[in-house]
């Protein structure tokens, strides 16, 4: 089993929708998570951490944590043209790996 | 300014041809690792660094080497490339490991 899945890929969304990124982790012993996002060809770029279970939000960004399902989420509100990257999920600590990531399009 | 430098930022190679690429943090960070990111494989960990003269596998090592004799430089070897080693690679550090991560900007190597 893969230590840390996204859900596949690309997901498409108008101008405007609500766009959810979703992770599952394999190790009870995560603690925390960051989400990153990447642009085409550019490096990675930290947008959200949460430490703990429940919400976390910071402008259009909310983070979702539920320990108990080993599942992180991410939701876009308002989704714009220039949140278009792949998004990447990554438990804090040891080795610090990444999920496949999720690439999302935003249609004007 | 606070940054990781990779260099060079595209590498064209043969088979064979022993290479580096030189990764230089000016953070005082801990922790560094080297990542490879393949078209639906996403960010793999090749090798990784807790500090100084401490290196471990990532999850993909095979044909790679690091050294870090020194807390800012996280070179990657290759010793002897080949065509499967071809991919967008990054360079990374974080305080202690525990926290967010600092990338460079990538190196594009294409072994041919």
């Known amino acids: 089993q893969k230590e840390v899945e996204q859900n596949s890929g690309p997901l498409s969304v108008p101008e405007g929708a609500i766009a959810s990124l979703n992770c599952t982790y394999s190790?009870?012993?995560?603690?925390?998570f960051f989400w990153y996002r990447q642009y085409s060809g550019k490096s990675p770029e930290l947008i959200m951490s949460i430490y703990s279970n429940g919400d976390k939000e910071d402008g259009r960004f909310t983070a979702q944590l539920n320990k108990a399902s080993q599942y992180v989420s991410l939701l876009i509100r308002d989704s714009q043209p220039s949140d278009s990257a792949t998004y990447l999920c990554a438990p804090q600590g040891g080795k610090l790996i990444f999920g496949q990531g999720t690439e999302l399009s935003v249609k004007p | 300014e606070a940054q990781v430098t990779q260099n060079p930022r595209y590498l064209i190679t043969v088979t064979g041809k022993k290479l580096t690429v030189t990764c230089s943090q000016n953070?005082?960070?801990?922790?560094m690792s080297w990542y490879r990111q393949d078209p639906g494989l996403g960010l793999r960990q090749i090798y990784y660094s807790m500090n100084v003269e401490v290196t471990d596998k990532g999850d993909v090592p095979e044909g790679y080497k690091v050294s870090r004799k020194e807390k800012r430089n996280f070179p990657l070897i290759l010793e002897s490339p080949s065509p499967n080693q071809t991919s967008l690679y990054f360079c990374?550090?974080?305080?202690?490991?525990?926290?967010?991560?600092?990338f460079g900007s990538g190196t594009q190597l294409s072994v041919l």
């Open positions: 190790d009870r012993g995560s603690q925390s």
């Open positions: 953070m005082n960070h801990e922790y």
């Open positions: 990374a550090s974080s305080i202690q490991g525990e926290e967010k991560l600092f």
